[in-house]
């Protein structure tokens, strides 16, 4: 912290700038009266930072933390703090186009009442979706039921669906723990999440875009406003898009430039993100709008003014991760493998003196393993690391080597005596893995990790930490979010449909099943054929040679009403019934609360 700008409040004066008003109190409920938000449980975050937390985070919490409609520009608003993510609304002829309608529909209904309350009952004329992330639109539902324009990148709907579907439950685990659900709010517990405070926990909805954007420098117009769009695949997402506002002179940087650093691999689980492509969208993004965009602002934080400040600050951003990127290729190349690489990564002077260049969210550490991961993969190269005992049978042999559970113990608070907090975890995780029941070696190391956590300066590291210190002492927390919603099912292609059913086949307990079912997808006037053979189901269109041994003739909806589990109730069927049962027979369910700090 001694060469940041401590005195420089450039940052909370332009959280602050256009304030017209807050929602009050900042709770957002459904409509049976569970909370989904509750931005009022961060008032704590008004006192001087505790000795419990990192100052950095702290000062980013306390400026993520403010709520309330804000003018960004004549005609363009911003309601922020209501959500993991801001909402935009631009002012047109008839009505408003909303921009990111939020993850939840209770918040982003909460947030359009705000905006009406103090600029009118505007009906929504249109709608954006500047990224496939579900806080860029699981909320739309609650500004329109539909019936107007919706523009998205083109790739939206595949990957916005697949995301939170294929490997969802794993993602839904794991983000327990990123986004610290089950923590007190508290000095000593989650005090945000470096992107956001946190993520709302109401209805998730999707409407399928109406109009794909297919390139840069594609112009729209809806409700008289007139649109520019940027596209910029593989940097924040699979699928995204900058959006200009010529008649405003207002840059939207969806999520590519943020006032932190960003994740090129979200620790909650993700393909990893394209550090070399997401700086050289931001160069195109100087190049095309320097000089034009007086204001920019983003789906997250604060936006930034003057036309200088704006290049500058997307230019910093830019070799931020392209810094990042290159120097992690030039050590790889040198022999250094992911963790040494990140240990020994440090920004230049003149980036590491921008606040916006903290990993408050994404981390210079992890960043770095996620660029080596995406060049090489998991393993480093050393044969000892080719085939290693899993997490449990390794750890019973470290410490049966250490002289046994006592020997561990002893050593690690050896290290927390020296301070080196890290080594013991890693020996403290050791004799938990051994041996679950181990009270001692539990307690440890939950309070190691409560430690590492209130000294992070990454929010989502401090989550994690203070999560397995409390799943350690209390037991393993439920995830109470829904993988999916009705609309992101209904949103998937057929293929995708039959590839979720696909990764659900116990692949041992299917081995020596053989069947095919043709499906008749009747509203689509289509043809598929799954066949399972060798513990894997096979899909194909518009199948050929002999009859299936089960035909179904049923619409895409009554198919996704078979995935949720609604039975065959109303679908015509020819051949063997039974073969649908056989195939339900070997799928197997996930299991949305496995262990993460024990074995």
Request: charged share 20%; net charge negative.
């Given at each position: 912290?001694?060469?940041?700008?401590?005195?420089?409040?450039?940052?909370?004066?332009?959280?602050?700038?256009?304030f017209?008003?807050?929602?009050?109190?900042?709770?957002v409920?459904?409509?049976?009266?569970?909370?989904?938000?509750?931005?009022?449980?961060?008032?704590?975050?008004?006192?001087?930072?505790?000795?419990?937390?990192?100052?950095?985070?702290?000062r980013?919490?306390?400026?993520?933390?403010?709520?309330?409609?804000?003018?960004?520009?004549?005609?363009?608003?911003?309601?922020?703090?209501?959500?993991?993510?801001?909402?935009?609304?631009?002012e047109?002829?008839?009505?408003?186009?909303?921009?990111?309608?939020?993850?939840?529909?209770?918040?982003?209904?909460?947030?359009?009442?705000?905006?009406?309350?103090?600029?009118?009952?505007?009906?929504?004329?249109?709608?954006?979706?500047?990224?496939?992330?579900?806080?860029?639109?699981?909320?739309?539902?609650?500004?329109?039921?539909?019936?107007?324009?919706?523009?998205?990148?083109?790739?939206?709907?595949?990957?916005?669906?697949?995301?939170?579907?294929?490997?969802?439950?794993?993602?839904?685990?794991?983000?327990?723990?990123?986004?610290?659900?089950?923590?007190?709010?508290?000095?000593?517990?989650?005090?945000?999440?470096?992107?956001?405070?946190?993520a709302?926990?109401?209805?998730?909805?999707?409407?399928?875009?109406?109009?794909?954007?297919?390139?840069t420098?594609?112009?729209?117009?809806?409700?008289?406003?007139?649109?520019?769009?940027?596209?910029?695949?593989?940097?924040?997402?699979?699928?995204?898009?900058?959006?200009?506002?010529?008649?405003?002179r207002?840059?939207?940087?969806?999520?590519?430039?943020?006032?932190?650093?960003?994740?090129?691999?979200?620790?909650?689980?993700?393909?990893?993100?394209?550090?070399?492509?997401?700086?050289?969208?931001?160069?195109?993004?100087v190049?095309?709008?320097?000089?034009?965009?007086?204001?920019?602002?983003?789906?997250?934080?604060?936006?930034?003014?003057?036309?200088?400040?704006?290049?500058?600050?997307?230019?910093?951003?830019?070799?931020?991760?392209?810094?990042?990127?290159?120097?992690?290729?030039?050590?790889?190349?040198?022999?250094?493998?992911?963790?040494?690489?990140?240990?020994?990564?440090?920004?230049?002077?003149?980036?590491?003196?921008?606040?916006?260049?903290?990993?408050?969210?994404?981390?210079?550490?992890?960043?770095?393993?996620?660029?080596y991961?995406?060049?090489?993969?998991?393993?480093?190269?050393?044969?000892?690391?080719?085939?290693?005992?899993?997490?449990?049978?390794s750890?019973?042999?470290?410490?049966?080597?250490?002289?046994?559970?006592?020997?561990?113990?002893?050593?690690?608070?050896?290290?927390?005596g020296?301070?080196?907090?890290?080594?013991?975890?890693?020996?403290?995780?050791?004799?938990?893995?051994?041996?679950?029941?181990?009270?001692e070696?539990?307690?440890?190391?939950?309070?190691?990790?409560?430690?590492?956590?209130?000294?992070?300066?990454?929010?989502?590291?401090?989550n994690?930490?203070?999560?397995?210190?409390?799943?350690?002492?209390?037991?393993?927390?439920?995830?109470?979010?829904?993988?999916?919603?009705?609309?992101?099912?209904?949103?998937?292609?057929?293929?995708?449909?039959?590839?979720?059913?696909?990764?659900?086949?116990?692949?041992?307990?299917?081995?020596?099943?053989?069947?095919?079912?043709?499906?008749?997808?009747?509203?689509?006037?289509?043809?598929?054929?799954?066949?399972?053979?060798?513990?894997?189901?096979?899909?194909?269109?518009?199948?050929?040679?002999?009859?299936?041994?089960?035909?179904?003739?049923?619409?895409?909806?009554?198919l996704?009403?078979?995935?949720?589990?609604?039975?065959?109730?109303?679908?015509?069927?020819?051949?063997?019934?039974?073969?649908?049962?056989?195939?339900?027979?070997?799928?197997?369910?996930?299991?949305?609360?496995?262990?993460?700090?024990?074995?």
């Open positions: 912290m001694a060469d940041l700008p401590l005195h420089d409040q450039g940052d909370f004066a332009d959280a602050d700038r256009g017209i008003a807050k929602l009050s109190p900042a709770v409920r459904t409509a049976d009266g569970r909370v989904v938000w509750d931005g009022d449980s961060y008032d704590f975050l008004q006192e001087d930072c505790p000795e419990t937390a990192h100052p950095g985070l702290w980013q919490s306390r400026l993520c933390a403010r709520q309330g409609l804000y003018e960004v520009t004549p005609g363009v608003y911003q309601v922020r703090g209501l959500d993991l993510s801001n909402m935009t609304l631009v047109g002829e008839r009505g408003v186009v909303v921009i990111d309608p939020l993850i939840s529909t209770e918040c982003a209904a909460a947030a359009l009442k705000l905006y009406r309350a103090h600029r009118g009952d505007r009906p929504v004329t249109g709608v954006i979706y500047t990224c496939t992330h579900v806080d860029h639109f699981g909320g739309v539902r609650g500004v329109t039921g539909g019936g107007v324009p919706i523009l998205a990148p083109a790739g939206f709907l595949e990957h916005a669906a697949s995301e939170r579907v294929y490997a969802g439950h794993a993602m839904t685990r794991r983000a327990v723990y990123l986004y610290g659900r089950a923590l007190p709010r508290s000095p000593e517990g989650q005090i945000g999440c470096g992107l956001g405070m946190t709302s926990t109401g209805t998730v909805s999707l409407i399928p875009p109406t109009l794909d954007l297919t390139r420098g594609q112009e729209e117009t809806v409700d008289g406003i007139r649109m520019i769009f940027h596209l910029t695949p593989d940097a924040a997402a699979p699928a995204e898009t900058n959006v200009f506002l010529p008649d405003h207002a840059l939207c940087l969806a999520e590519n430039a943020t006032h932190n650093q960003h994740n090129l691999l979200s620790l909650r689980g993700a393909a990893v993100r394209d550090a070399r492509a997401w700086a050289r969208h931001l160069t195109e993004a190049s095309l709008f320097d000089g034009q965009a007086e204001v920019a602002f983003a789906s997250h934080h604060w936006p930034t003014w003057g036309a200088e400040a704006v290049v500058r600050f997307i230019e910093q951003q830019r070799d931020m991760y392209a810094y990042l990127h290159d120097q992690t290729l030039r050590l790889i190349n040198k022999g250094l493998t992911g963790p040494e690489i990140a240990e020994a990564m440090q920004l230049p002077p003149q980036l590491e003196r921008a606040w916006h260049t903290h990993g408050y969210h994404g981390s210079l550490s992890h960043n770095v393993r996620a660029v991961q995406r060049y090489l993969g998991w393993f480093d190269g050393n044969p000892a690391h080719l085939w290693e005992h899993p997490p449990r049978e750890a019973i042999r470290y410490v049966e080597c250490l002289g046994g559970a006592a020997g561990v113990v002893e050593f690690a608070r050896r290290y927390i020296e301070n080196d907090l890290r080594f013991a975890a890693q020996l403290l995780n050791h004799a938990v893995f051994a041996d679950e029941g181990n009270k070696a539990r307690d440890l190391l939950a309070e190691v990790y409560t430690r590492l956590g209130h000294g992070a300066e990454n929010a989502t590291w401090r994690f930490y203070l999560m397995g210190a409390l799943e350690l002492a209390d037991g393993i927390v439920p995830a109470t979010m829904d993988v999916t919603s009705p609309d992101l099912l209904a949103a998937l292609s057929v293929d995708q449909i039959f590839d979720s059913i696909a990764i659900r086949v116990d692949g041992p307990r299917a081995w020596h099943e053989r069947l095919s079912i043709d499906w008749h997808l009747t509203d689509l006037g289509e043809w598929h054929r799954t066949t399972l053979c060798n513990g894997v189901l096979v899909q194909q269109r518009d199948p050929r040679g002999a009859a299936a041994d089960l035909t179904l003739r049923l619409t895409k909806e009554q996704v009403g078979l995935l949720a589990g609604k039975g065959v109730e109303g679908v015509e069927r020819e051949g063997n019934t039974a073969v649908l049962q056989r195939l339900v027979a070997v799928l197997d369910r996930a299991m949305p609360d496995f262990a993460i700090v024990t074995a």
